[in-house]
């Protein structure tokens, strides 16, 4: 699957309107016109981390197409009240709201039927550190640790001073797993070779939490 992340803020009080707001138009036809497999919302201190994957084959007229629909434009007006920009100063479009994926690793074949669930992490990043950040992530996966701990797939995504870090990853305790490795590349090996990653983060633990979920059946 081809995977979109955006950014934004929102009030952690407004998930149950938010998550009803997805129900509805996720019940249309319109995810699957587009090619949409799979929509996460996640939260972290007020940061909402929007994860979309696609078919690799998604129809991108189809995306054009449906663009234009009122049930498009109708969401991001019931919206506005409890989704903002990340950055309203920068702010133009939608477009903006978009990260950038700069790693992306994933241990076996894609698209072999197993099931995988999502675990998302936050940290501050200068965009500057990408290259020693991604070569960090080569080196730790490489050694074959990410996939012996059920992580199938991780990848990375950049938003202004943000790094999304999604790991994806089967069995039963796969997420304690993806959450204690990623604690441990973030807040051990990656910042102590990087001092120019803001210590601070969203989170104490940089963990943001799943609060919408669908799947295309």
Request: hydrophobic residues 40%.
């Amino acid at each position: 699957m081809r995977s979109m992340v955006t950014v934004s803020k929102m009030d952690e009080r407004s998930i149950p309107e938010i998550s009803t707001l997805f129900t509805a138009f996720d019940s249309t036809e319109i995810p699957e016109l587009i090619g949409l497999r799979r929509r996460q919302l996640f939260v972290c201190d007020g940061v909402q981390i929007h994860l979309y994957d696609f078919a690799d084959q998604a129809d991108k007229a189809a995306l054009m197409k449906v663009k234009g629909d009122p049930r498009m434009a109708r969401l991001s007006a019931d919206l506005e009240p409890y989704v903002s920009p990340y950055e309203p100063e920068t702010w133009n479009s939608p477009a903006d709201s978009a990260a950038f994926s700069f790693y992306d690793w994933e241990d076996g074949p894609a698209g072999d039927g197993t099931r995988t669930d999502t675990t998302v992490t936050l940290t501050r990043m200068d965009q500057d550190a990408i290259p020693a950040v991604t070569s960090v992530f080569q080196e730790f996966d490489a050694t074959g640790g990410a996939g012996a701990a059920g992580t199938r797939r991780r990848q990375l995504f950049a938003y202004n001073d943000l790094c999304v870090h999604i790991q994806d990853h089967v069995g039963p305790d796969g997420g304690d797993i993806a959450r204690k490795a990623a604690a441990e590349l973030w807040f051990g090996k990656v910042v102590e070779a990087l001092p120019r990653l803001a210590p601070e983060g969203p989170a104490p633990d940089g963990h943001a939490s799943r609060f919408y979920g669908w799947e295309a059946p």
